[in-house]
């Protein structure tokens, strides 16, 4: 199989230049969210912790989940939680059966950060907002499927999505879901479900 950074392969083959896309877009991502982390003198990951603790629940905020959502060692979100620790962005809840296990809480200044950094996205979500509906739909079933097959391979290993839960089936091409007992449309289905078993 050819490269997709050879450009006689990329602009001739139509699965190349949307490999490259991609590509591309996560570089717009990264260089966003660096952005951003320099204005806070923050790291991108440390970013990244500070909004996923704000808007998940308490069992997710554990070293051990942070660290399989995230793909990184414990010992690195440990290193980074330390370091927002330090900075007074969060606090620890020790286990009161367990003094080696703790949930991340945010304290105010942990929160305001979130506020105050979350929005180095919005360039994209301007884009995504600003496209028809029917675009928005086509970009979205792609995600979701693209999303389910790299967590089947094992390249994203913590998956919340309705695709993958056990109150979702799929009868007639018709998506459902058991738990709030309806029909499924495309815009719909979520890849981060507080209600995913």
């Not at 949307?18 to 591309?24: E, M, Q, S």
């Not at 007992?181 to 719909?188: F, G, R, V």
Request: charged residues 25%; proline residues 2%; aromatic residues 8%.
């Amino acid at each position: 199989m050819e490269s997709i950074f050879n450009l006689d392969n990329q602009n001739s083959n139509l699965d190349s230049k949307i490999v490259a896309g991609l590509v591309r877009v996560s570089q717009v991502f990264k260089t966003l969210l660096l952005e951003k982390s320099k204005e806070y003198q923050l790291s991108p990951i440390q970013i990244q912790l500070l909004i996923f603790i704000e808007y998940h629940d308490k069992d997710k905020s554990t070293i051990s989940y942070l660290a399989k959502e995230f793909n990184l060692s414990k010992p690195t979100i440990s290193d980074t939680i330390k370091l927002l620790e330090k900075k007074l962005y969060i606090t620890k809840t020790f286990d009161k059966n367990d003094s080696r296990s703790y949930t991340i809480n945010l304290t105010p200044t942990g929160k305001m950060i979130v506020l105050e950094t979350e929005n180095f996205i919005d360039p994209l979500t301007k884009i995504i907002k600003n496209s028809a509906l029917n675009k928005k739909l086509i970009l979205w079933e792609s995600i979701t499927n693209m999303i389910k097959q790299l967590n089947e391979l094992e390249i994203i290993s913590v998956q919340r999505t309705c695709l993958k839960c056990k109150f979702y089936s799929k009868k007639s091409n018709q998506s459902f879901c058991s738990l709030l007992n309806q029909n499924l449309k495309i815009e719909d289905i979520r890849i981060d479900c507080l209600d995913f078993e």
